[in-house]
C-alpha cells in the first residue's frame, strides 16, 4: 500500500461549485498533514495545514478522520484560480514527509 | 529576490555524462532537501540536509551525490546518467528539520532529460 493515495481526479468542476475529495495514508501513527497546491510546471507551495479539529482558510476546508486514515479539502465557491493540483502530504516518521500524486482540479467558467 | 533557486531550469543530456544540479537559498533555513518528481507526478524524497549534515538518504542510487558546502547551499551531481533520470528535480528548504511543523519552500524545479 503506498504511503500517502489521492484520487488522480481529474475533477472538472463550473465556476461557484463546491468540490471536495480526499486523501488515505498508511501510516497510522503520522502526526502532520498538509495540503499543497502544484500549478503546471511550477514548484509546490504550502496551502494549509490541516489540524485535528479541522480548519479553514477562506474557502478552502481541510478535515482530519485519524479512525478511517484520511485527510479531506473541500474548496467552496470555486475560481478559475483555483485550477491546480492539489497534493496531500503526511508526516511519515520523524523528518520525512510522504507527497501523494496529487489530485487535479480544473474549474470552467 | 527568489528565495530558493535552482539551475539549470532546463538540462538535455546524452546517457552515461555527469551533470549537477544547484541549489541556493536566501531564507537563512537550517534543512534543505532534493524532490524528484517523476513522470506520474510523485514527488519523493531523495536526500536532505540539516546544517550541512546528512539527515535523510533515501534508497537512490550511488550515482547520485549530494553536496551541501554550507547550509545555504545544497547541490545534485548525477554520474552515469540513464534514461530513468528524466524527471523534474526540486530543491527545497525548512526552517528546521522538524516536518511535523515546518512550511518547505521550492524552488522552481531543473526539468533534466536524459536522452
Known amino acids: 500500500r503506498k504511503e500517502v493515495e489521492q484520487d488522480p481526479g481529474p475533477f472538472n468542476v463550473p465556476e461557484g461549485a463546491t468540490v471536495a475529495f480526499n486523501c488515505t495514508y498508511s501510516n497510522s501513527a503520522s502526526q502532520s498533514f498538509f495540503w499543497y497546491r502544484q500549478d503546471c510546471r511550477k514548484e509546490p507551495k504550502l496551502l494549509m495545514s490541516?489540524?485535528?479539529s479541522g480548519n479553514e482558510d477562506g474557502r478552502f476546508t481541510a478535515q482530519l478522520n485519524r479512525a478511517s486514515q484520511y485527510i479531506s479539502l473541500l474548496i467552496r465557491d470555486s475560481k478559475l484560480s483555483d485550477s491546480a493540483t492539489y497534493l496531500c502530504v503526511v508526516n511519515i516518521y520523524d523528518y520525512k514527509l510522504s507527497f501523494g500524486a496529487g489530485t487535479t482540479v480544473t474549474v470552467r467558467a | 529576490d527568489t528565495a530558493v533557486s535552482q539551475t539549470p531550469k532546463y538540462l538535455v543530456t546524452q546517457m552515461g555524462n555527469d551533470k549537477s544540479i544547484k541549489c541556493e537559498q536566501n531564507?537563512?533555513?537550517?534543512?534543505m532537501y532534493w524532490y524528484k518528481q517523476d513522470s506520474k507526478k510523485f514527488l519523493k524524497i531523495m536526500f536532505s540536509y540539516n546544517n550541512k549534515e546528512l539527515i535523510i538518504n533515501e534508497t537512490v542510487p550511488n550515482r547520485f551525490s549530494p553536496k551541501s558546502p554550507d547550509k545555504a547551499h545544497l547541490n545534485l551531481h548525477i554520474n552515469s546518467l540513464e534514461l530513468g533520470d528524466s524527471a523534474v528535480y526540486f530543491c527545497?528548504?525548512?526552517?528546521?528539520?522538524?516536518?511535523?511543523?515546518?512550511?518547505?519552500?521550492f524552488g522552481s524545479g531543473t526539468q533534466l532529460s536524459v536522452l
Open positions: 527545497a528548504s525548512s526552517q528546521s528539520a522538524d516536518s511535523s511543523n515546518e512550511k518547505l519552500f
Open positions: 531564507l537563512g533555513h537550517d534543512t
Open positions: 490541516v489540524y485535528s
